[in-house]
């Protein structure tokens, strides 16, 4: 037994839909920029670049049916939803055409940004950080495990209170699950418990405290969060 000075902290963990055990997080990975029509709104370049790589904390996530403390320091809180892709093999420069090998599964997630301090760590050529990596910043609905399918299709929604905010299809992304995989993997070492938000296409918006925030992917659990007070 290892003698620590204090007990550690427990082991960030996500649902898993029709059973009762639980998916160890390791990490939690996130792509910018993978849907066209949110490259635009944005203001950026919609030529297929490699796709960038953020990361969240894996005790960022959050489970489904919570309720999210609007974050400190912002006044531009987004949300963002996106397909979540779940790794349950390690590997590393794994090639496209055996990437799906590697995934345990899929889930609804929203990748929550205080997008006021993106855009100056943007202007001023800052890391992400502290506008993607902060507390509760991932929260997803259970993981569907890839026996019942993978998903490279389907509707990818979100709404605020009832009313639509992001509307798109998985199969508009940029980068395909396979080619995210292949790519993240030259990168890091991908392990199981890996986590890899695939992001997210137009709409995106600001919540508010009081906001009852749903969406996800079709065929996926639907995600719903409630905006906690600041
Ligand atoms: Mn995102």
Redesign the pocket.
């Known amino acids: 037994m290892t003698d620590f000075a204090f007990p550690p902290p427990a082991a960030p963990s996500a649902e898993i839909a029709g059973s009762s055990q639980r998916f160890p997080i390791h990490r939690i990975y996130?792509?910018?920029r993978n849907y066209a029509d949110h490259v635009r709104e944005m203001g950026g370049d919609t030529d297929r670049e490699p796709p960038v790589f953020f990361s969240k904390p894996a005790d960022a996530a959050v489970a489904n049916d919570a309720s999210i403390p609007y974050p400190p320091r912002t006044s531009n809180f987004h949300h963002?939803i996106?397909l979540v892709v779940a790794i349950g093999r390690a590997g590393r420069d794994i090639q496209q055409d055996r990437a799906l090998d590697f995934v345990f599964g899929y889930a609804s997630g929203n990748?929550l940004?205080r997008r006021d301090l993106q855009a100056a760590s943007k202007q001023n050529g800052l890391p992400w950080d502290t506008s993607k990596g902060f507390d509760c910043s991932a929260p997803l609905a259970a993981i569907r495990p890839a026996s019942r399918g993978h998903v490279s299709k389907g509707r990818i929604w979100l709404t605020v209170n009832g009313q639509l905010r992001q509307e798109s299809d998985v199969s508009e992304m940029l980068w395909s699950v396979p080619e995210v995989i292949a790519e993240l993997s030259t990168l890091f070492e991908l392990k199981p418990g890996d986590l890899i938000?695939t992001?997210?296409p137009a709409g995106v918006g600001v919540l508010k405290p009081g906001d009852k925030v749903e969406g996800g992917v079709e065929g996926l659990d639907v995600l719903r969060s409630t905006i906690a007070a600041r």
Do not use: A, N, R
Request: with cysteine; hydrophobic share 10%; glycine share 20%.
């Open positions: 996130c792509v910018g963002e996106e990748d940004t938000y992001g997210t």
